[in-house]
């Protein structure tokens, strides 16, 4: 299993940074997580959103992109019995 942390780090519009990575959920399993920071770097717990939709495997946030509209492009991968790709695109 990969170990949890931050993966990615990308600069938005506005000067926020958007991160992305994965952390041990309750049952030993990693799940995806986005956090914005301030433009100092300073976190905002209030944005932390966490993504577990499998049920025994993980669910990791490996890389993301900020496109011209400014939403967030997050790819990672996702494993229950097979690890398959992930990729979501989220509005801010």
Request: net charge negative.
């Amino acid at each position: 299993m990969d170990a949890g942390g931050v993966n990615a780090i990308a600069r938005l519009p506005d000067g926020r940074l958007a991160a992305v990575g994965s952390l041990e959920d309750a049952g030993g399993d990693l799940a995806g997580f986005l956090l914005m920071l301030d433009a100092n770097g300073v976190p905002d717990l209030s944005s932390l959103a966490i993504y577990d939709r499998s049920v025994t495997g993980d669910d990791v946030f490996q890389g993301l992109i900020v496109d011209r509209a400014g939403r967030l492009l997050v790819c990672g991968y996702t494993t229950n019995a097979s690890r398959d790709l992930l990729l979501l695109r989220l509005v801010l």
